[in-house]
């Protein structure tokens, strides 16, 4: 019969040990496993009261004027979304000498002007443009034009153009209204960089006024220039120094005028050039042409009743023909000389658009392109007549319109 072998007393103490270890092994696993079970849950928990915590709301008015505007505000709102992409910021640099002319300083300006063409044709003032060393052109989108050429200018307008190297990018031009139609006490918008630091600022307001003259002057550091302007549109939407070269608009979003000069002695009085007085030389550009201005070749002066009396004229509306000084009233050799025009001649239309009533005669051969043929119609010693005149284009140093 095998007897087993004695355990030593050691050998009884090393087992219980190990007893022991294995048993504290798996209460120590244990606990984890609980540790880690408990917190697994806790972070569920937790989870589920925050995506079940009620998110804390804004607090809201009963009615959102801001969503339910008036008709007047939409209008004005709309205009300024439809147009704000087709105003350009304008900024040059100016290099003017000193008095002595021993030196020259460089100085920055700021205008605003229209994009007239997809492919980057600009209208502006041209007393933005005219003394600048360069010029740089900023879209409402914040575009850069560095590559900028001036194209030309009106010899008889504050208007000049200048065309932009676009690439292929296409550009949205503006829709040209028509200004012989406007009405005193329309609405209207104006557009622009007032200040030469708000980019497409909006301002409304109404027509104040038309056929205004104007006597405006910028000056430089050194120089003023001083250039009389005819026929204005006056409003009393707000414009401002950067606003010059920026569109005046009616409720379509329509430019019925070029924002140019501001009444600097009274508040509320600024003043644009018809757009129809841009058309003709407009369409030369476009077409490639440069500036070309039509020409008529007719010295005159608006009426007004008082002017009708001193001038002993039977009309009381219209271009009264006349000398100025020691020049003739029809310039020899021109349209006016070759139709029959003479001294005293009231010119009462031009085609169908009445003189005074829809621009002066400036403003309505404007929109023509020399080598159109225009109807004037004319009062002669209380007489009605209808002459025809082939426009001539418009050479330096001619006076007349």
Not at 242 to 265: D, E, K, Y
């Amino acid at each position: 019969m095998n007897q087993q072998p004695q355990m030593t007393a050691q050998d009884q103490r090393a087992a219980r040990a190990m007893r022991q270890s294995k048993i504290m092994s798996i209460i120590a696993a244990s606990a984890l496993t609980l540790v880690f079970v408990v917190a697994m849950a806790m972070w569920v928990y937790l989870r589920a009261i925050d995506r079940n915590a009620a998110v804390t709301e804004r607090d809201q008015v009963s009615t959102d004027g801001n969503l339910a505007p008036t008709a007047d505000e939409s209008a004005v709102a709309n205009v300024a979304d439809k147009a704000s992409k087709s105003v350009v910021s304008i900024i040059t640099n100016i290099e003017e000498s000193s008095s002595l002319r021993t030196t020259t300083r460089q100085s920055a300006a700021a205008g605003t002007g229209i994009i007239v063409s997809k492919d980057g044709y600009i209208v502006t003032n041209k007393h933005v443009v005219s003394k600048a060393s360069s010029i740089r052109v900023i879209a409402s989108d914040g575009t850069r034009y560095d590559d900028v050429r001036v194209v030309g200018e009106d010899p008889l307008n504050d208007i000049a153009y200048l065309k932009l190297e676009v690439g292929n990018t296409v550009l949205t031009p503006l829709s040209l209204g028509d200004s012989a139609t406007v009405r005193v006490g329309q609405s209207v918008v104006a557009i622009g960089n007032a200040l030469g630091r708000y980019q497409n600022t909006v301002t409304s307001g109404i027509i104040s006024g038309k056929g205004r003259p104007v006597t405006a002057s910028t000056s430089g550091n050194s120089t003023q220039r001083t250039e009389s302007l005819t026929d204005l549109i006056q409003t009393d939407a707000a414009v401002n120094s950067g606003n010059s070269g920026g569109p005046l608009l009616n409720r379509s979003g329509q430019v019925i005028g070029i924002n140019v000069a501001v009444a600097t002695n009274a508040q509320g009085i600024s003043f644009a050039i018809p757009v129809n007085a841009m058309k003709g030389t407009l369409k030369s550009v476009l077409a490639g042409k440069g500036v070309r201005r039509a020409y008529l070749g007719a010295r005159y002066v608006m009426l007004t009743p008082d002017v009708a009396k001193q001038v002993g004229a039977s009309a009381k509306e219209g271009a009264y023909v006349m000398t100025s000084g020691d020049k003739s009233a029809i310039v020899a050799g021109s349209p006016a000389d070759k139709a029959g025009l003479r001294e005293k001649d009231v010119i009462t239309k031009i085609n169908s658009l009445v003189v005074g009533k829809q621009g002066d005669v400036s403003s309505l051969i404007g929109e023509y392109q020399p080598g159109d043929v225009v109807a004037l119609t004319i009062l002669r010693d209380g007489k009605e007549r209808v002459v025809r005149a082939t426009l001539s284009e418009y050479q330096g140093g001619e006076s007349g319109e």
